[in-house]
């Protein structure tokens, strides 16, 4: 028998201890017999092997060993070597063995929606960016500074949705925050304080966007989706939605966009009632078979808050994103941001502010274009080869395709793709709890898997797809 310690398929954690390495290791010990990582009667390794595994002096092991026998916890006897003592419960009986929870198995691989590429995130530009931006800035740059956010990068931000989404904005408009969630909930605390008491939202869609409203005591009805996207006729059935929340450009999860007759239609609705639209605009650089839709925020800047980050185009991680919005309220939303969290991090938003003016984001959105794109048509071609039945939808934009399943398989499909190794989101995730129609399908991310694991990935898909 080896003495080598991971033999014994224990897991020994050594963490920094006050009492020094051998206490450290006296602790670790006791955990792994509590807990039945452990278990009585097995025989551990040799104070040498166990030494040189964990990279400790040998007296280190061989004197924790010896506290450890005298305490009870392990037993020793000439070459029989050290084990692991029989113990049991105070009042006698069977020895117990405490078990932990089974861990669980991360998949293999994954198709879960909500991520874009995190390989492609172009690090050589955003240093030489943060190394200019860190040049440049002026002093006053690491104080708390403006709520807003660093004028520079709201210049940047105004400049770059003006051409490149059809915003209309100017930097006074723009409030810098620290992603989508942190921009919703900052409208919310703004619409609370104005009166609203409900805000609509479409019947498909994550749900920790309606739990940051409910967290702002705003009530959440559903909109109806089909395939010219929300059904915005729906909105006259409740008298108190102050606001409407949508993803027009292209809906999520269902992939598809906002009709132009409907986007008409709910600008009319704001106006005619005093309402606001907060346009979440996730993933709008993403189009591939025609020109990007602009942004629903150029038909009226006075009724719509654009909402975006980089969370997508870049990275969640960088954490930034910027909110356009009407001039009535950009004092409250600073103010709320103020009590929240005062600011971002100045250093981050000169970085991007650089990035942006460089020319490098335009670039690398232009690139992870092409690659999505080339996704996008491998996991067409995979499923006209290996599943021709399966019909995908929502594909003209974005990260994420829909896979339509015959009524009543979703859950045996996701299932049988867990036994896979193969992590899937099922449509039904998304879905409202008061929403009427219920479908069948999968929400399919192409572009965050690795290209070491993209064949793969896409065998599984199509191994379990009926």
């Not at 449509?427 to 991310?445: G, K």
Request: proline share 7%.
């Amino acid at each position: 028998m080896t003495d080598s310690w991971a033999t014994f398929g224990a897991d020994l954690h050594l963490a920094p201890h006050v009492g020094g390495l051998r206490h450290g290791l006296m602790e670790a010990l006791r955990d792994a017999v509590r807990t039945g990582r452990l278990k009585p009667g097995v025989r551990l390794p040799s104070s040498r092997a166990l030494a040189s595994d964990l990279g400790v002096a040998r007296n280190t092991v061989a004197d924790a060993y010896a506290e450890l026998v005298a305490e009870g916890w392990l037993t020793a006897r000439q070459g029989s070597g050290t084990r692991v003592a029989q113990r049991t419960e105070p009042g006698g009986g069977t020895p117990v063995v405490r078990r932990s929870p089974p861990a669980r198995r991360p998949p293999t691989y994954s198709l879960v929606p909500g991520q874009p590429d995190l390989a492609s995130f172009p690090r050589a530009a955003w240093l030489r960016a943060s190394r200019r931006a860190l040049t440049a800035a002026p002093d006053e740059a690491f104080g708390y500074g403006d709520p807003r956010g660093r004028p520079e990068l709201r210049t940047a931000v105004a400049e770059y949705l003006g051409r490149a989404r059809g915003v209309r904005a100017d930097p006074g408009r723009v409030v810098i925050c620290s992603g989508f969630i942190h921009g919703l909930r900052l409208v919310g605390t703004v619409l609370g304080q104005r009166g609203v008491r409900e805000v609509a939202v479409d019947s498909y869609g994550l749900d920790f966007h309606r739990k940051a409203l409910d967290q702002a005591g705003l009530r959440t009805p559903c909109v109806p989706i089909d395939e010219c996207g929300a059904v915005v006729a729906a909105l006259g059935r409740w008298s108190e939605a102050g606001a409407v929340l949508m993803t027009p450009a292209h809906q999520f999860p269902t992939g598809v966009p906002l009709h132009p007759d409907r986007r008409a239609a709910v600008v009319d609705w704001a106006r005619a009632t005093g309402g606001l639209i907060i346009e979440d605009d996730y993933d709008g650089e993403f189009r591939y078979d025609r020109q990007p839709v602009g942004s629903l925020q150029g038909l009226d800047p006075d009724r719509v808050v654009h909402i975006g980050t980089v969370s997508k185009s870049l990275a969640p991680g960088v954490r930034l994103g910027w909110m356009v919005a009407p001039a009535a309220l950009v004092r409250e939303l600073a103010d709320a941001k103020g009590h929240s969290d005062w600011t971002t991090g100045s250093l981050e938003q000169l970085t991007l502010a650089e990035f942006i003016a460089s020319g490098a984001y335009d670039r690398h959105v232009r690139a992870m274009r092409l690659r999505y794109r080339r996704r996008r048509d491998q996991l067409v071609a995979a499923l006209a080869e290996r599943a021709p039945d399966i019909r995908i939808s929502g594909i003209a934009a974005g990260l994420h395709a829909v896979l339509e399943l015959p009524e009543g398989t979703e859950r045996s499909v996701i299932s049988a793709a867990a036994f896979q190794g193969l992590a899937l989101e099922g449509l039904s995730f998304f879905r409202h709890p008061d929403a009427d129609r219920e479908r069948d399908a999968l929400v399919i991310s192409y572009g965050s898997p690795s290209d070491s694991a993209w064949k793969g990935t896409l065998d599984a898909l199509c191994r379990v797809l009926p």
